[in-house]
């Protein structure tokens, strides 16, 4: 069974820091370009970050320089690393497999 488990969001102020964490089951993972993407309240779902299967990553504009991915493959982990957050980033963070697998989404909350 293909599974995506999220884990690591939660409260925390303007400038501090999170890191998230997905888990992957089922499938090869080494092979598959893994990502983050959130959705706000009323917004569209839209993307925070990529890494390939090779670890070339991409970012959005707005945490470039915050925001870090990682993946371990040995562990069938994609991590990211949230510094400097802002309320702005307030949102549901969910992990992506390319095939279009998603995970069950993990609420992160910046707010003082």
């Known amino acids: 069974q293909v599974q995506l488990v999220e884990s690591g969001g939660g409260l925390v102020q303007p400038g501090g820091s999170l890191r998230l964490s997905c888990a992957a089951s089922?499938?090869?993972?080494?092979?598959?370009?893994m990502g983050w993407y959130r959705q706000a309240p009323g917004k569209q779902r839209e993307l925070v970050a990529k890494?390939?299967?090779?670890?070339?990553?991409n970012y959005a504009d707005s945490v470039k320089g915050r925001f870090t991915i990682s993946r371990d493959n040995a562990k069938k982990t994609v991590d990211l690393q949230m510094n400097n957050l802002k309320p702005e980033d307030t949102a549901v963070y969910y992990c992506w497999g390319s095939g279009d697998i998603w995970g069950q989404g993990t609420q992160v909350t910046v707010s003082s």
């Open positions: 890494i390939t299967s090779i670890s070339t990553t």
């Open positions: 089922g499938i090869i993972f080494s092979i598959y370009n």
